[in-house]
């Protein structure tokens, strides 16, 4: 049923869940993962003038490669592709989905609302009213807990 996962990335520790989500779905269907970063360059807007464009869009590469490296490590034994794109991320990962000919995509939500999302806007929601396949949203919190002493 599924042979291609899609699966935005941020970098961020929280993506655990995302990964692990998607790769036990890609263990049942032996499907390949496809990692997407993306450089959200519509935030390059809120720089200041003196930000060199070229020193910032390298910063930005650079975490994306350290992002999708790491997906890659999480994935485990499923099989992975891994993308940068430049652009808006809702965008890039409905688009993505499309060129690629992917069958799910596996996203995390950080679960905003009321005026947060209704200011920040939401990229898994706008993902799933776009995408052309269905949309596993996994809640994600911002904060990953700290190991501590086992509970009895």
Do not use: K, Q
Request: net charge negative; charged share 25%; hydrophobic share 40%.
């Amino acid at each position: 049923m599924y042979d291609r996962i899609l699966v935005p990335t941020d970098g961020s520790p929280s993506m655990r869940a995302v990964v692990d989500h998607a790769a036990a779905l890609a263990g049942v269907h032996d499907a390949t993962l496809h990692g997407l970063y993306v450089v959200d360059t519509g935030n390059f807007a809120t720089l200041p003038v003196e930000t060199t464009w070229d020193g910032v869009t390298e910063m930005l590469r650079e975490e994306g490669e350290l992002a999708v490296s790491e997906f890659a490590e999480m994935a485990g034994e499923a099989p992975v592709e891994t993308a940068i794109r430049d652009g808006n991320p809702s965008d890039e990962i409905v688009g993505y989905s499309r060129e690629n000919d992917c069958d799910a995509v596996v996203m995390g939500t950080h679960g905003r609302a009321g005026i947060d999302r209704l200011l920040l806007g939401s990229v898994a929601e706008r993902v799933v009213r776009a995408a052309p396949v269905p949309v596993v949203a996994v809640p994600i919190r911002d904060e990953v807990p700290e190991a501590g002493p086992a509970e009895s």
